[in-house]
């Protein structure tokens, strides 16, 4: 069993630009969600609860016996999602909230305990998760950067590539694992700033915390996952992966 007690929540909605109704594409006779959903039980989740305004996603998810959260249709963020999950359920403000995107199917349940162990033992407002990525996958804007300090309190996150290897010495470079762990408490707090300049301009939701001062700790995922789904070429090499894993 974990040491600290946390809740999994799982935004989800149907519109995509690429894959219109991506949480509900049936990957080897499920739908995505519910692959998404079965690893965060696998984690030592008290509980897990997918949050959505779609009744085709409630549906979904009330089919396979999962638990689901009706949220409003005008929140801007999958992190405004949750805050009202956490109202609605009356969470009090020192739960822990681990944030597992609708589109990780691959994501390992290991990595969840991780990040909400993380949370609790830094004593910072958020955690997260990052890899070692090569020189080459950190021109890529899709992928995400950071950059942190030695006690593992992330510095800065962005597309760009950081940092810039100015005389060649071949630096390390991370990419950011987009799990998420925070309390109730600054959930809502957070809630209600203002968004950031560097947010806006990277498109980076955590740079608000940093931003406005807060603390975001940083790990190597034990176990780094395979890749989120975006596109059909992505759920293709998803469903290979999982169909290798069934064996």
Known sequence: MSLVRFRVVIPARFASTRLPGKPLIQILQKPMIEWVYRAAEASQ?????????????????????????????????????????????????????????????????????????????????????????????????????????QHGRALYFSRSTIPF?????????????????????????YARLQPCMLEQSEKLEQLRALYYGFNIHTEIAHKTPGIGVDTPADLAIVTEQLSEALG
Request: aromatic share 6%; glycine share 8%; hydrophobic share 40%.
């Open 45 to 149: 989740a008290e509980q897990v609860i997918v949050a959505t305004d779609d009744e085709r996603i409630m549906d979904a998810v009330e089919g396979f016996g999962g638990n689901c959260c009706k949220t409003r249709a005008d929140h801007e963020t999958g992190t405004d999602r949750i805050v009202e999950v956490t109202e609605k359920m009356g969470w009090a403000e020192d739960t822990i909230i681990v944030n597992l995107q609708g589109d990780e199917p691959l994501m390992p349940a290991q990595n969840l305990t991780q990040v909400a162990l993380n949370l609790h033992h830094s004593g910072f407002e958020m955690a997260t998760l990052h890899k070692k990525i090569d020189a080459q996958s950190a021109l890529d804007p899709n992928l995400v950067k950071l950059v942190a300090d």
């Open 165 to 189: 290897d100015r005389d060649q010495i071949h630096p390390d470079y991370f990419g950011h694992i987009g799990l998420y762990a925070y309390r109730v408490g600054f959930l809502k707090k």
